[in-house]
Nanobody, 120 residues
């Protein structure tokens, strides 16, 4: 069984910063990609940022230059440093990872979500 557990959400004023953390645990052989998605009320879930196991990153245009994704492969964790936050960044943020739980079988996993609220 694989679990993703997020932490670090909260309430912050516009212009402030937050750091989200996600730790994967369980039967893990290899984590290919880790990332963050978000979903605002009434909106579809959207990609925020992803990072591959060799460090390649991808960001949504709306967060480029403000958010930084990183990972610690030894600890099976992924971080999202969010700076210069805007009210439109308000959403539930979900951790995602594609994890091989055997040598040849993998699956997509999601965390439970953490609320980020940015006040104007």
């Amino acid at each position: 069984q694989v679990r993703l557990v997020e932490s670090g959400g909260g309430l912050v004023q516009a212009g402030g910063s937050l750091r989200l953390s996600c730790a994967a645990s369980g039967s893990i052989i290899r984590i290919v990609t880790m990332g963050w998605y978000r979903q605002a009320p009434g909106e579809q879930r959207e990609l925020v940022a992803t990072i591959t196991d060799d460090g390649g990153t991808n960001y949504a245009d709306s967060v480029k230059g403000r958010f930084t994704i990183s990972r610690d492969n030894a600890q099976n964790t992924v971080l999202l440093q969010m700076n210069s936050l805007k009210p439109e960044d308000t959403a539930v943020y979900y951790c995602n990872a594609y994890i091989y739980y055997t040598l040849y079988r993998g699956a997509d996993y999601w965390g439970q979500g953490t609320q980020v609220t940015v006040s104007s």
